[in-house]
């Protein structure tokens, strides 16, 4: 029955990677009942958890929330200790969907619950590691906390704590650097959404100097977001009245965008490229270089 299981469970993520989400979730489906039949708690719990992530991409956020919950009800009932990282990434899981659902109390205690967590965690881990696999862990839960920061910078920018979201976003990106490195693509897309928030505090110019420095690396890298990163120094350029240079990027970020297929990023940069429009306008009717509109 084990063998079984595998097999739906290979079956289900195949299916996941080709985008046939349905078929994906009928196979974990009967991989779940076929681990309660043979009490397979392991396979009980990586099912739940790839169903849960599977209703989470599909925007089924209660029905996620179940399907996390179950998933932790029998890591927990199993001796799995509350600051266990993979309890943690399900908690933080949790406390994103609440934050979409606009569940503000129960968002800002689940971040609160795993930064707390991973904190407390890395100051009994601060002794040097006796080995290659503790300082595995310990690298683990750093990354963990600097996801974590970034997801409630990412909430508190949502409700406008914009002050509070710069600090996570700072830690964040400091953890980012020291463990993967000043090229490595989550590094630059931090930088970038911190350049982001100082720019809606009407910091443009530090604004500035962080994402020209994400741009800069993502071109000698060949970074997967450049587009959005161009995107972004586009906006704020506009923010700070460079509209003939905001308008070159803004062109150049949709051109790779649209070779990239990816048509959130479009959507983005032409919403973009029409506020730049309009701000154009209003400066040359302010400045009188505008002429009035013929009726």
């Known amino acids: 029955m084990e063998d079984e299981i595998i097999l739906l469970l290979k079956k289900a993520k ?3 990677i080709l985008g046939e989400l349905d078929v994906a979730n009928g196979f974990l489906h009967k991989a779940l009942r076929l681990a309660h039949q043979s009490q397979n708690t392991n396979a009980i719990i990586y099912t739940y958890v790839q169903m849960a992530n599977l209703a989470f991409v599909q925007g089924q956020l209660d029905n996620a929330e179940k399907l996390f919950k179950a998933a932790m009800s029998f890591m927990l009932s199993g001796g799995t200790p509350e600051d266990d990282n993979a ?5 933080l ?20 619950f795993c930064t707390d967590s991973l904190e407390s965690k890395l100051e009994t881990q601060q002794v040097p590691a006796p080995d290659a696999a503790s300082e595995e862990e310990r690298k683990n839960t750093r990354l963990l906390l600097g996801l974590s920061l970034d997801a409630r910078a990412r909430y508190l920018t949502s409700v406008k704590h914009f002050t509070a979201a710069c600090s996570d976003y700072r830690r964040a990106l400091h953890i980012c650097l020291e463990e993967q490195g000043e090229t490595h693509p989550q590094t630059l897309v931090l930088m970038s959404d911190l350049a982001t928030v100082l720019d809606l505090q009407g910091k443009h110019e530090e604004a500035l100097v962080q994402v020209r420095r994400a741009v800069e690396l993502g071109q000698a890298t060949g970074s997967p977001d450049l587009a959005v990163l161009l995107g972004n120094m586009a906006g704020i350029l506009m923010h700070k009245g460079e509209f003939e240079e905001s308008r070159k990027l803004y062109e150049e970020a949709l051109v790779l965008a649209r070779a990239d297929r990816d048509e959130e990023a479009v959507q983005h940069l032409e919403e973009g490229l029409q506020e730049l429009g309009r701000r154009s306008r209003e400066q040359r009717r302010s400045s009188g270089t505008d002429p009035p509109t013929e009726h």
């Not at 309890?87 to 908690?91: A, F, K, L, N, W």
């Not at 899981?93 to 609160?112: M, P």
């Open 93 to 112: 899981k949790l406390a994103s969907i609440y934050a979409s659902q606009n569940k503000r109390e129960l968002a800002e205690f689940g971040f609160r």
């Open 87 to 91: 309890v943690i990434e399900m908690s």
């Open 14 to 16: 195949y299916n996941m």
